[in-house]
């Protein structure tokens, strides 16, 4: 690593000691840096590195709600706005019991590239909560949704920050939040968040675009290795919103999902998640008993191994962690590149230890696509969303798909153009990084220094 990069990461890994999520994102966007920083000396001078892994503004706020039994809590909110340099900041929100500020912070930094790659005005920013969701009533998710937008609004706009919805945060988060944020400004301005219902502003396949666009991307990267999507095996982990979505278009491809991981363990169905039955089968086995996959392999008689994931099963094509960060270390990582398998799909937000990418970026059968590409397709369809809500028009959902397919052949391609242009070949990881990076430096260069 160059002598300029070093001494960034090593002021991050310094002020950062604590959040190694948010060090170790740094790290991996950094390593595929160099060509790039070697052939813009310019960037050293205005310590552009130094200013893009420091966000541009990060809050936190007291979030007290109250249960059914009258009982008080308080939980910590955060709102990190990363980099607006090519757009409002946009990203989405996660409730979950072990958010923390690096959590938030390695979201929101990895959220600027990706939302650079969908080749749209949209900035880098992620927000959150250490709410746990889980066993809450409705009207108590509602009461802290609307304590968490009262202490929010004033800081987020359609024009200045627009969150979503990520882990623990979906369609009904949104509609109370949403809400509120009405109720307190008094304005119709839908296009302060995205991933709304249908019924006041939402768009078309934004609840399926980040499964559909990774499955987009998937066929890219078969496209490239002359290889087709037909037949294909799929291994997942997670079974939420991302995970849904992958079945589905899987499904429609002529591919099909037979192996999917959840907190409890791993269902094999070699059948496939193919029937809206078994689909309809997640959706309330998740909101029943979160947490857990085993009634899946109960009710359709299938193979349910406890307390393991399937990273390592053999009777697949893809692998595609589509659950959460670091699900996949250097134990299983091994395990993926002794099964034989050729394509390694991240979906999740950096669902891959740094050791562990690495190591299976360095195995020559199998071909790593990168999350913060692979997933761009959710906040792409959130960009079009807010441009519908911008021109006040509700586009088919075959006009979205078409946009999400284009933008997701269009991010496989800038990935792979870049990655060729410095010389690295088919490396999707480092084209990602590279592709994403540039737009944004160049107009933070453009901008001036602040
Ligand atoms: N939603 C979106 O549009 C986007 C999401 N992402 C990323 O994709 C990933 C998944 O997000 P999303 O589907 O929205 O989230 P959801 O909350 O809808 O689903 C998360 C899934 O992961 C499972 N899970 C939770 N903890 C574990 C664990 N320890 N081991 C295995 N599985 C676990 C959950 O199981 P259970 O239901 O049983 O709790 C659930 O099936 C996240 O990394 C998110 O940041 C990225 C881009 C956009
Ligand atoms: O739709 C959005 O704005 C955000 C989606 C998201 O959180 C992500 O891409 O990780």
């Known amino acids: 690593m160059n002598a300029y990069l070093a001494s960034v990461l090593e002021s991050v890994k310094t002020k950062h000691g604590n959040e190694p999520e948010f060090v170790q994102t740094v790290e991996e966007v950094l390593s595929s840096l160099e060509p790039v920083i070697e052939k813009h000396p310019e960037y050293e001078k205005v310590d552009l590195l130094g200013r893009m892994v420091e966000p541009e503004r990060m809050f936190t706020f007291r979030v007290v709600w109250c249960d059914d039994n009258g009982q008080w809590h308080t939980n910590r909110g955060w709102r990190c706005q990363f980099n607006g340099a090519i757009g409002p900041y946009k990203g989405g929100l996660r409730f979950q019991k072990n958010v923390y500020e690096g959590i938030i912070k390695f979201l929101g930094f990895e959220q600027t590239f990706k939302n650079s790659l969908t080749g749209l005005p949209i900035g880098g920013a992620k927000g959150g909560s250490d709410f746990d969701p889980a066993g809450k009533s409705d009207a108590e998710v509602m009461r802290f949704c609307q304590s968490f937008m009262t202490a929010l609004y004033r800081y987020i706009g359609p024009d200045i920050d627009v969150p979503a919805g990520d882990m623990g945060v979906g369609g009904r988060e949104i509609g109370y939040l949403y809400g509120q944020y009405r109720r307190l400004k008094g304005v119709w301005e839908n296009g302060v968040l995205t991933g709304k219902g249908l019924s006041y502003g ?36 997670g079974y939420g919103n991302v995970g849904w979505g992958i079945m589905k278009k899987a499904t429609q491809l002529g591919a099909k999902v037979t192996y999917f991981a959840g907190p409890d363990g791993y269902v094999h169905d070699p059948d496939g998640v193919i029937t809206d039955e078994k689909l309809n089968f997640i959706l309330e086995m998740r909101a029943k008993d979160p947490m857990h996959c085993k009634p899946y392999a109960d009710k359709f008689g299938c193979e349910f191994v406890a307390g393991e994931k399937c990273w390592g099963v053999k009777d697949v094509d893809v692998y595609m962690p589509a659950a959460m960060q670091n699900d996949v270390k250097m134990e299983s990582a091994e395990k993926i590149a002794a099964s034989g398998v050729k394509y390694y799909i991240e979906v999740a937000n950096m669902p891959t230890t740094n050791d562990a990418l690495n190591y299976l970026r360095a195995q020559k059968h199998i071909i790593v696509a990168p999350s913060k590409a692979v997933n761009a397709g959710g906040v792409g369809v959130s960009a079009l969303e807010m441009a519908q809500n911008s021109e006040r028009l509700v586009w088919t959902a075959e006009e979205v798909d078409h946009q999400l397919h284009k933008m997701m052949e269009n991010i496989h391609k800038v990935s792979a153009e870049a990655a060729a242009e410095y010389g690295l070949g088919y490396d999707l990881v480092a084209g990602a990084n590279i592709a994403g990076f540039k737009k944004v430096a160049e107009a933070m260069m453009e901008q001036g220094c602040f």
């Open 202 to 237: 939402g768009s078309l396949i934004r609840p399926e675009a980040t499964g559909y666009g990774a499955m987009y991307y998937l066929q890219e990267v078969l496209k490239h290795e002359n290889d087709t999507i037909e037949g294909k095996r799929i291994a997942i982990s």
